[in-house]
């Protein structure tokens, strides 16, 4: 509970917005809740490999919904609808995920 709050809080520093921070105050949780409830289900128990993997999600989980909510924010500015932008930001997340840049 101590680390959920504390990603919450850095997301805030980062954000300055509350609706902006509420989004991954709420991911964060229910993406760990449903990880343990697959673990149990699948008899996977809790060890130091498990707890690392679980760190590793947690950390794509609060990356992806940050670079979300630039991209929203980015096309509210632009002068879009919340809607439309909500849609174009997730089509843009889309697009770079199946299309990553060549590396250096």
Same mark, same amino acid.
């Given at each position: 509970?101590?680390? *959920?709050?504390? !990603? !919450?809080?850095?997301?805030? &520093? +980062? &954000?300055? @917005?509350?609706?902006? @921070?509420?989004?991954?105050? !709420?991911?964060?949780? #229910? =993406?760990? *809740?449903? @990880? +343990? /409830?697959?673990?149990?289900?699948?008899?996977? =128990? #809790?060890?130091?490999?498990? #707890?690392? %993997?679980? @760190?590793?999600?947690?950390?794509? *989980? !609060?990356?992806? %919904?940050?670079?979300?909510?630039?991209?929203?924010?980015?096309?509210?500015?632009? /002068?879009?609808?919340?809607?439309?932008? %909500?849609?174009? /930001?997730?089509? %843009?997340?889309?697009?770079?995920?199946?299309?990553? =840049?060549? =590396?250096?």
């Amino acid at each position: 509970m101590l680390s *959920v709050s504390l !990603v !919450v809080m850095v997301i805030f &520093l +980062f &954000l300055r @917005t509350v609706p902006a @921070t509420f989004i991954p105050a !709420v991911a964060v949780p #229910l =993406s760990l *809740v449903g @990880t +343990f /409830g697959a673990m149990v289900l699948l008899g996977f =128990s #809790l060890n130091n490999l498990s #707890l690392m %993997a679980l @760190t590793i999600a947690t950390g794509f *989980v !609060v990356d992806d %919904a940050i670079v979300m909510i630039e991209n929203i924010a980015r096309y509210i500015e632009a /002068g879009d609808s919340p809607l439309q932008a %909500a849609l174009k /930001g997730a089509e %843009a997340d889309r697009l770079q995920r199946s299309c990553p =840049s060549p =590396s250096r």
